[in-house]
């Protein structure tokens, strides 16, 4: 936690604290210095957690820089990246009129975009408080509050508003970051081409730089039918790897041209030796494959589709899902949230898709802390799940 508190009597509850203006001179060398096309300088005053000076000084530059850009007034189609590592940080869809100068979000592009740092007390804000960096390069972005249903949003996910100042983030004209809309509500988003295009290294994101600790020990108490394995929205496809290493044909599939791309550049950095299997990339929607196998394994691939896409995974599993073959679901996230993706499971909502499908669940149950993936201890769960 970070104790924020200042002693400025003009402070109300709710709006934010107004930045501190440059002289005339102040602003003519900063102008000189400091731009849309080059904010290096800027950017280099950022350190994380940020100090109170800098982040008035931070505050005060992008104000005489961009003169409220993306305020009240702009609600253009488009994404918002990063100004220092151009990751995209939210979505022109979580944009929405606030209180204040900057421009207000509920929520960033996904759950790993953004980086927060709890803050005790934060001026005379008697809401929860959170200090706002990229999750890439930790770059300052602002502060989150969560009061934004009392103050702008009416959303049916109102919750937080996250104050970001306009010269940390840049607007990208085009559809929104989830892609287009029908593809997206169908569980086909072209959202991760755009994610892994921009370039995606072992460990970042939602890359864990392994399998499951989880996979690896159903694999090796070898409780798990063998034959042919699939692994839909694998990415860099540690899990198919794992599988092959076991004995099985696997076969990873992604949506992503470029995922399937650094699936394929990982596999040849790895000893074919070692493999019992075989293990193959496959370019193309989980939705319209027509094989079936002796096992498929699901780790954060239904929480990372549409909602509206659920009722359709169930019912492709059963398509898919051999005579005596078992499903594996890794439940994750565990949590209560709002928006996604991830967007928020449970082992009664999985239940709920995957029994009107004639699903029987063999093992239903929290994964111990030991073998999560760092980070997700406490919010991942099994599922193992036979036909009827």
């Known amino acids: 936690l970070r104790n924020r ?104 592009f996904a759950d790993d975009a953004l980086h927060t740092i709890k803050v005790e007390a934060y001026n005379n804000y008697t809401c929860e408080v959170g200090e706002v960096y990229c999750g890439k390069c930790q770059l300052f972005l602002g502060h989150r509050f969560m009061d934004g249903k009392e103050h702008g949003d009416d959303h049916e996910h109102a919750g937080w508003r996250h104050c970001i100042l306009s010269l940390s983030i840049q607007h990208k004209s085009g559809r929104p970051p989830f892609g287009d809309e029908e593809l997206t509500r169908r569980g086909e988003s072209d959202r991760w081409e755009m994610l892994w295009s921009k370039g995606l290294n072992e460990g970042e994101r939602w890359d864990k730089k392994g399998p499951s600790p989880m996979l690896v020990k159903l694999l090796d108490d070898n409780v798990l039918p063998k034959g042919k394995a699939l692994v839909p929205g694998c990415g860099r496809g540690y899990a198919p790897l794992e599988f092959a290493r076991h004995g099985y044909d696997a076969v990873g599939v992604d949506i992503s041209e470029s995922a399937v791309k650094e699936a394929e550049a990982y596999f040849k950095t790895q000893d074919s030796a070692n493999l019992e299997g075989s293990v193959g990339m496959q370019l193309g929607s989980f939705f319209e494959l027509t094989d079936k196998y002796n096992v498929i394994y699901d780790y954060t691939f239904l929480c990372a589709l549409d909602p509206e896409a659920r009722e359709r995974w169930a019912a492709q599993m059963r398509t898919l899902l051999a005579d005596g073959g078992e499903l594996v679901t890794m439940i994750f996230p565990i949590r209560e949230k709002t928006g996604g993706p991830p967007f928020s499971l449970s082992f009664e909502l999985v239940k709920s898709l995957l029994e009107p499908q004639g699903f029987k669940a063999v093992q239903l149950e929290m994964v111990p802390d030991e073998l999560c993936h760092e980070g997700r201890e406490g919010a991942t769960g099994i599922g193992r799940w036979s036909l009827t």
């Not at 800027?42 to 993306?70: F, G, N």
């Open 5 to 108: 508190m200042d002693n400025d009597d003009n402070n109300s509850v709710w709006t934010c604290r107004m930045p501190e203006r440059l002289s005339s001179e102040e602003e003519k060398k900063v102008i000189g210095e400091i731009s849309r096309e080059d904010a290096s300088a800027y950017h280099a005053l950022s350190t994380c957690p940020i100090t109170r000076d800098v982040e008035v000084k931070m505050e005060a530059i992008s104000l005489a820089v961009t003169k409220e850009e993306y305020g009240n007034s702009f609600f253009d189609e488009g994404t918002y990246i990063c100004t220092r590592c151009k990751t995209p940080l939210y979505s022109s869809t979580a944009k929405f009129k606030g209180p204040c100068i900057w421009p207000s979000f509920r929520e960033g």
